[in-house]
């Protein structure tokens, strides 16, 4: 499995941005998906996970109610619609697959960059 993501950049605090991650492979409707991210100094972060069809999400506390994550399993892609965005949100987003769905991720893209400004 490859993993792709794109989307990251700059934006003001407020702002939104759309992160997607894209795979390759022939299987993807199998594996549930997760993004993480990591600011410069600490430790990677849990943002968001998606399951097989998408019928289940889950969301770290620091983003619940500003973040959005969904799949499409026909284009081999995973969304991460950012909103209310704050300087704290700033860091390298990473998209990761999660092939047993037992919540251990084991292929990951290579990060995008998303900064907040104040």
């Known amino acids: 499995v490859q993993l792709q993501a794109s989307g990251g950049g700059l934006v003001q605090a407020g702002g939104s941005l759309r992160l997607s991650c894209a795979a390759s492979?022939?299987?993807?409707?199998?594996?549930?998906m997760g993004w993480f991210r990591q600011a410069p100094g600490k430790e990677r972060e849990f943002v968001a996970r998606?399951?097989?069809?998408?019928?289940?999400?889950a969301y770290g506390d620091s983003v619940k109610g500003r973040f959005s994550i969904s799949r499409d399993n026909a284009k081999k892609t995973v969304y991460l619609q950012m909103n209310s965005l704050k300087p704290d949100d700033t860091g390298v987003y990473y998209c990761?697959?999660?092939?047993?769905?037992?919540?251990?991720?084991?292929?990951w893209g290579q990060g995008t960059q998303v900064t907040v400004s104040s």
């Open positions: 492979g022939r299987a993807f409707w199998r594996y549930a």
């Open positions: 990761a697959s999660d092939r047993n769905n037992d919540r251990v991720y084991d292929y």
């Open positions: 998606i399951d097989l069809n998408g019928g289940s999400t």
